[in-house]
């Protein structure tokens, strides 16, 4: 007789470990200290007002179903939106998607079988082990190191870890939670690995506008490679609208956009009034990113200067989007931001960051790593770096004594 | 080498069924003929318009992720909602999904593994095929008939169905596509097969308040098998607010619920302004859908009186949601379907339904039904009525020529 079980995938299915602190910050909370979140990224920025109101101007008299790869009008604009940002495409290569998240779970279900490989060069976005989970696939991690500032790996290394059964290559430009951003000839050297050996290339750019060092260029500018890419793409940390769960899967591989469309009716439609919200966005001025990614980069400037500045800490300089990955002088990072949360505080405040192993899919890297998303504004992003100063100070002698 | 393909899944994922004919209709209408839509469950009743200003009302400055579970105010209020339809639950029971689809996909994401069955009356819901394909499953279809009107196939009928790999019995109630409401006896019938089999029983029951003949029982309601009883919701269909993609996954079972919201967390959060929208739906006073369900009982009736009395035709008169089953004196409902579209018209129109094949997994079966989607004013019902049956006129004298 069968049994009432969760299933394999479900009791497998890895926790967020940017959320596993979390009941030890409530409780910090409520013993009354206050907390610098540094531990997730979700922006302080306002949303752009303009765009919220084109949801409450819409006046719709039914909230129907869009069609199941988005409203054509949005998809129109947004190709204009690619367009601007030097990315040819057609709004017939765009679906959009219920957030970035499901662009990437698509992609695993119409690229990949259970038991194929991809590779992901790691550090790397945590939730790509959870669609790999629900899709069964293998995730092969390509370690990359704090000591090159997280550049990519070298070709021999991803060679190594090509087998039969390898799909694609995933990428994340800039990158979370490194904050790398990928050069030109990086992005070649990825063309030239994904050609030779036949793989889909997946670029999630969900921090495209976030570049501080050099510029932009998009797995989708790549040439000779229309077959093989796929790129991921949400409009959440672009117009700080997060909790629209509006993205975008965008390829020019028409059987697999077929293919990807089948899987979008099966779910109907994404949300009606925030394609709303997502098609008001492709409307803004052209500066409305100077203005945010001048904020941004003040912000890391900051960061990274108040990190290097402590005993014993490394942080490489992030070129893109809002996530720096620090090296401590601690053995555990995991212990040591539970301590900041539960046993730690600095006139009543304290900091909650990510420890990194939750990045890395090969156990015992990062140990020593954290990474801190610099959504918070300047002068919360002092004092929170006030609060690591001294905890690393405290927990250092803390430490001696034992 | 690996190759450059698309997935097995992919390739297998089943079309929507009931998009399938949707170049027929835009070719008809390109040529001047009003189609009336009886194909699809899209409702044109006003979506309550409290609850859009409630969107508009909201004034956020950031639109943030919520929680994964959902915001704990509208899960708080859900729950209200669900004690006053006298389902007892507690919003720590509650999960707020994107839309009804995710409500079904989790539950077969962290109950089923691949190679796992589930046993489903047929005719069902077709996108049911798209999720077990997404997740492995392999569906096992127990025929329902026309001629009982889509009752519950005997306990028998079940029985042998049963092996080692089934996991869960689903049932939609009230029935899409069939309009059939489970009495309570047949839900204990239900709760007696998965309790002596230890199998889920997963009820989706995104119709509940438009039933028109007896009261609805929710499989919430049935008594020592709150470990079994998954409930898959939506306000789509309740609130005429299908573009909202708003669902609920509800269980009492703990640790089912826990593994839900790891799923929950890899895709962070369920749209934010629509939970807005999904709870200001919990504050509508109650004779909301009293005059919801008069307006959809006065289609019904019109729609089965006006079926049964065409010649040859049978309809069993539906007792919940807003679809019908009806046999048509035509050898194949694909075919007919398609010439509705494409070579006729009466004044000038034309009525698309939906081939009941496409509801079926048993090859063979529903050949000669149709659903129809009772979503349009009974004015609408009688022109579409109209063309029905001088179509079928038409077609008899033209197959007989054959």
């Not at 752009?48 to 909230?63: C, E, F, W």
């Not at 980069?297 to 996530?323: E, H, Q, S, T, W």
Request: aromatic share 10%.
């Amino acid at each position: 007789m069968s049994q009432l079980t969760i299933s394999k995938r479900g009791t497998e299915m890895p926790e967020s470990p940017i959320r596993k602190l979390v009941p030890y910050a409530e409780a910090a909370k409520a013993r009354g200290i206050k907390v610098y979140h540094l531990n997730i990224g979700q922006p302080d920025i306002t949303t752009p007002p303009s765009i919220m109101q084109a949801v409450a101007d819409a006046h719709m008299r039914v909230l129907e179903y869009s069609h199941s790869a988005g409203n054509e009008s949005y998809r129109k604009k947004l190709a204009q939106y690619y367009q601007r940002v030097e990315i040819e495409v057609d709004y017939s290569q765009i679906l959009i998607t219920t957030g970035g998240s499901e662009a990437i779970l698509f992609g695993f279900l119409a690229c990949f079988d259970a038991g194929d490989e991809v590779i992901i060069p790691e550090p790397f976005y945590a939730n790509y082990n959870g669609f790999a989970m629900e899709a069964g696939v293998k995730v092969v991690p390509v370690p990359s190191s704090i000591e090159t500032g997280f550049a990519l790996p070298p070709v021999a290394d991803f060679e190594k870890l090509i087998t039969a059964k390898t799909k694609a290559i995933i990428i994340c430009n800039p990158n979370n939670p490194t904050g790398y951003l990928y050069s030109k000839e990086e992005m070649e050297t990825l063309k030239d690995i994904v050609l030779k050996h036949n793989l889909y290339l997946f670029s999630d750019e969900a921090y495209r506008e976030f570049c501080y060092e050099g510029t932009h260029f998009s797995a989708l500018q790549l040439e000779g490679v229309d077959e093989n890419v796929v790129l991921m793409d949400t409009i959440s940390k672009r117009y700080s609208a997060c909790g629209a769960r509006i993205g975008a899967f965008v390829t020019r591989n028409k059987i697999l956009l077929q293919t990807v469309l089948k899987f979008a009716q099966a779910r109907l439609s994404p949300p009606t009034l925030e394609q709303v919200l997502g098609e008001a966005a492709t409307d803004l001025p052209e500066d409305y990113f100077n203005e945010t990614k001048e904020e941004y980069r003040r912000r890391r400037d900051v960061l990274v200067k108040r990190l290097n500045a402590i005993d014993g800490v490394y942080c490489p300089n992030p070129g893109g989007a809002f996530y720096a990955m620090a090296k401590l002088p601690v053995q555990s990072a995991e212990d040591f931001c539970q301590w900041l949360l539960e046993d730690f505080s600095y006139n009543g405040q304290t900091v909650m960051m990510a420890p990194a192993p939750g990045f890395y899919a090969t156990k015992g890297l990062g140990e020593d790593e954290v990474r801190l998303a610099y959504v918070l504004n300047v002068e919360d992003i002092e004092k929170s770096m006030d609060c690591l100063e001294a905890a690393l100070k405290e927990y250092k002698i803390l430490n001696s004594k034992h």
